[in-house]
């Protein structure tokens, strides 16, 4: 059985629109498991995900080996340190740097002249993303991380009270 204040969804359309690579809590769930479903009982959570799985929708990260980006929550009720997020993702002691989403966007997916229709609109989608993190979220509440060299997990985060940390993640080859 879904949450209450799924607005309508049907349980068939909220796990088709729902993104495979889901991550809740700590670790990957996968999106029908019962405990994924029970974090999802906040109706503005539901309403976050609903439109990251959107604007995510078929949108690579550019870089050597372009990935999907896949939606991710901690459970968190305060900002982790750079050390703490690679520990609950996992990563050990690998090299993190973060900074503010809004910069890291600027800087990332700005247009110049000469780039082709395709990363164009790439680049767009990614200023779209960038703005929906602000609006939702607030521009001091969001934060683009880098972790590790070469293989490099980039996560987009955004806190809101009562969700933790939502956004996306996915890998950047860079050698």
Known sequence: MLPKGMDGITRRGFFKAASPALLLGLG????????????????????????????TAGLLYPSESDYPLNLIRLPLDAIPTNERLADLLGLGNKTVTSEQ??????????????????????YRRFRELGAYFNRTFG???????????????????????????????TVAIET
């Open 28 to 55: 990957s769930i996968p999106v029908g498991a019962t405990a994924a479903l029970a974090s999802l009982s906040n109706p503005a959570c539901l309403r976050i995900y609903r439109d990251l799985n959107a604007l």
């Open 101 to 122: 989403l809004d910069r890291f966007i600027r800087r990332r997916f700005t247009d110049f002249a000469g780039i082709d229709p395709e990363t164009r609109t790439t």
């Open 139 to 169: 521009t001091t509440n969001c934060r683009a991380y880098r972790i590790d060299t070469i293989q490099v997990k980039v996560l987009f985060l955004g806190f809101k009270p009562g969700c933790g940390y939502i956004g996306t993640q």
